[in-house]
């Protein structure tokens, strides 16, 4: 058998691996995934310094929603490691105003212990509404922030709202890319994920149908199809 591709996996926001479920499953034959904590510091830099830690030689890099623009600053940090790049639901661009507007509600909630008031303020712009799933995807949400807990959503939202403009480094990525977004997502719109394509030297788009901001939740077999169907050409 050949040898399996390390991948080092970047969540997004207020999320951790319970979103990598299906894939860390599913593609256990041809990749060894490790998949990084980025509750325990507060920028940028600093989270890409800590995901690597746990990672050797040359590897595969997911980076999903915040996690996109940890991944934009590890390719800054080490783009020799980097043999391909998968972006999911993120942006290469610094913080906006709207995105801006629901950090100081959803802190002050945490600090109540109010995770749950925080997922179903997340929930209509994180998931398309025919694929909630009747609430279950809401419940996972609700498990991830209350184990980011204030300290960790402090540190990641001091650290995403302090991002830089990855823009000007698009064009230097030179490893295999995929790109993928959901063509109903309302935090980092399909524009945002076609001009990261559209920049990236040869990389590839994938768009989901009916599916928001978090396909691996919404449509978790088709994700992990996609990606299976991505890592093995790149294995080849």
Known sequence: MAKKISLLVLPGHLCNWRLFHHQKEHLAE??????ADLYGVDSIAEMARVATESISGEFVLLGNSMGGAVAFEVMRQMP??????????????????SQNARRQPAEDLASQGCFRSIAEM??????????????????TLEKMIAEAGLIGLRNQQKA??????????????SCPTLVLC???????????SEEIAG???DAKIEVFEICGHIPML???????AVL???LEGLAR
């Not at 790049?85 to 661009?93: D, M, P, Q, R, Y």
């Not at 959901?182 to 945002?192: F, K, Q, V």
């Not at 919404?218 to 992990?224: N, Y």
Request: charged residues 20%.
């Open 30 to 35: 041809i990749a060894d995934i490790v998949i």
């Open 80 to 97: 020799k490691r980097i043999i391909g790049l998968v972006l999911i639901g993120t942006t290469a661009h610094p913080e906006w105003p």
């Open 122 to 139: 997340y929930a209509p712009v994180f998931f398309h509404p025919e694929r909630t799933q009747g609430g279950r995807h809401i419940h």
């Open 160 to 173: 995403f709202s302090n991002r830089p403009d990855s823009r000007p480094d698009l064009l230097e990525i």
């Open 182 to 192: 959901g063509r109903d997502d309302a935090i980092t719109p399909l524009s945002m």
């Open 199 to 201: 920049a990236i030297p």
């Open 218 to 224: 919404e449509w978790p077999a088709k994700t992990t």
């Open 228 to 230: 299976q169907g991505w």
